[in-house]
């Protein structure tokens, strides 16, 4: 069983540039969830989406927006790419409260 | 709002020694807790968890205990091998909320 894949695995990205970062999850699982982590801060929540069809806000969503047309894909995008959206970013699923499992990651620096 | 204080890195010791990671909470309701663990190059998966006050939560000779009464879920190890070097994370969902809270992370390194 696959479990969580994220796309692409590191990218460079030049300021003011836009980019999708993919989560596909194998579980069925009804909630998804992407995370950024930073040395220090741990993992902060971005976006959430409880089923498909509805997403939320997390702690930190100003300059990404997502999308959940389907139970497996969490898409995660950066309209406009700045400098401090440099991290290393996390895809999750869970169903309902129950445990959250994690993707690999997808290192992303923005020059 | 929930939040958790995990005591701050790094952590330095030999194989065989005793592990402790501090771990304590706020939160409204009856929060779930978790320690994950993330080795390096990986992502993070669950170490163990506990529901409910004073249930244990154990896996790979790591053990933490919901401690109601002192907000706390301290991670314990008895004798740390090489291998349990990683980054642990401690973390909580409430009763009506499917998102996790973490603490900052502790760096772990266990030398030969």
């Known amino acids: 069983t696959a479990g969580i894949t994220q796309a692409p695995t590191s990218q460079i990205l030049a300021a003011g540039r836009s980019m999708t970062l993919r989560c596909t999850q194998d579980?069925?699982?009804?909630?998804m969830y992407w995370y950024r982590q930073d040395l220090g801060l741990g993992l902060r929540l971005i976006h959430y989406?409880?089923?498909?069809?509805?997403?939320g806000k997390g702690e930190v969503p100003d300059g990404y927006s997502v999308s959940r047309a389907n139970t497996d894909d969490f898409p995660l995008t950066l309209a406009s790419a700045v400098p401090s959206q440099t991290s290393v970013y996390f895809c999750a699923s869970s169903e309902y409260q129950e445990t959250q499992y994690f993707g690999p990651g997808t290192r992303l620096l923005v020059l | 709002g929930n939040s958790v204080t995990q005591m701050e890195g790094p952590v330095t010791l030999s194989e065989e020694a005793f592990l402790t990671i501090n771990c304590t909470y706020t939160a409204t309701g009856y929060p779930s807790l978790f320690w994950y663990v993330q080795y390096p190059g990986e992502g993070l998966q669950l170490l163990l968890k506990?529901?409910?006050?004073?249930d244990k939560g154990s896996n790979k000779g790591f053990e933490a205990t919901y401690r109601k009464e002192t907000t706390s879920f301290h991670l314990e190890k008895g004798s740390v091998q090489v291998s349990d070097s990683a980054v642990y994370f401690c973390a909580l969902t409430s009763t009506n909320d499917y998102k996790l809270s973490f603490g900052a992370g502790t760096t772990v390194t266990v030398r030969a």
């Open positions: 579980m069925r699982h009804n909630a």
């Open positions: 506990a529901t409910k006050a004073d």
């Open positions: 989406s409880n089923t498909a069809g509805t997403t």
